[in-house]
């Protein structure tokens, strides 16, 4: 592999995956890196870490910083850990289990989370508020209307201030038969809040 440039963004095809486990694409994993505003030496839990991608290149942007991807699938946590492999990234811990249970004695404590949808999306972002550390960032994706009100319900309980949303829309080109067209990847919302 033949990867030698250090701005985010990392080729989806470079990372190893599996059949039905989903990749954040590329396009929006720049834009919830962005939303995240990661620091040299970030405590960041990546909950729901699919792919690995985004606790990938959190890691290669903060050589410093402690990355903490959960994923409650073994073999899901191992292809996340054979990627990091790839990629040659040390400062990254797998935690397999299922959230919030397994997060409860978790260290070190984070300064920025990010949650990657899910049907306990809410009762996540409550449980794990507590161990956000003041001034900290949560980011929270999500592809529907239902998880966006439970997003919306959880930030309004736990008092987040500086909400930003932002539905992320790309389309990207690619040859169908003789022909060029921009084919859609899905919509998808990205919620970030800040901790005071």
Known sequence: MLWTYTTPGIPDNL???LPGIYLTPRE???LILCALRLEENSVFWDIGAGTGT???EAGLLCPNGKIIAIERDEEVANLIRRN???FQVKNIT???GNAPECLEDLKPLPDR??????KSIKEILTKVWGKLKPQGRVVLTSGNLEYLYQISEGLS????RQIEIVQASVNRLENKGTSQV???IDPLFIISAEKI
């Open 182 to 184: 921009l084919s859609a």
């Open 28 to 30: 929006i994993r720049i």
């Open 15 to 17: 990372f190893e995956q």
């Open 84 to 86: 990091c492999s790839s």
């Open 94 to 96: 797998v935690i397999e």
């Open 113 to 118: 989370i990010c949650i990657e949808g899910g």
């Open 54 to 56: 985004i606790p990938v």
């Open 157 to 160: 309980q736990v008092q987040a």
